[in-house]
């Protein structure tokens, strides 16, 4: 039986730098994947190639058994991204902003985005602005927006940056809540803590290479904090 998502010998440069170099990964479905490293380390790119923003050099994605890019395939089924500081319309409040989104892909109506806006502890019936929103109103906001379509694959870059204690306690229990929703999920944070806690596999970049946590990498990463 195939592995869910299967990452196979991934290379990439920019600019003749090479960025990732022979990356192989096998993630069974319902899993937490931490990904660390120091910043330019290529946890970004390797984001990209996931989601299809990106091609490889060289080697394949596979999710579900179907490559990622073949035959115009580039962008995988069923995937919902975070990006830190995710952009919104600031005069729309937080429902408008995930409405207008989702009619753009026709795939749900306003039941789903007030379950999303509920599971992260938004009120869909708030009709602050954006623009005056917290920052860990917008981060709840664009994890709303990740999940909205019920999507089985979610990639969580930095959803913990700059967040209040309170907020920053609600987000983890969020990231739990999905987890025990079967969801796989990929996360990068820079606090090595809350990938210990929250990931099943944890695997660091170093030198173009993604490597499997080991007790003295962790025991590095937790000296840092």
Known sequence: MSS????KNVSKSFGGKAILQDVSLSIEQGTAVGLVGANGSGKSVLFKILCGFEKPDRGSVYVRGKQLGKNGRDFPESLGVF???????GIYS???NLKFLADIQGKIGEKEIRQAMGKVGLDPDNKTKVDNYSLGMKQKLGIAQAIMEGQDILILDEPFNALDYKTYEDVKA???MLKAEGKTIFLTSHHFKDIEQLCDQVYSIE????IPITEEIAARYREME
């Open 83 to 89: 990006i830190n500081s995710p952009g919104f319309i």
């Open 4 to 7: 869910y998502i299967e990452v």
């Open 94 to 96: 937080g429902f408008q």
């Open 174 to 176: 969020i990231i739990r």
């Open 207 to 210: 030198d173009c290479r993604l």
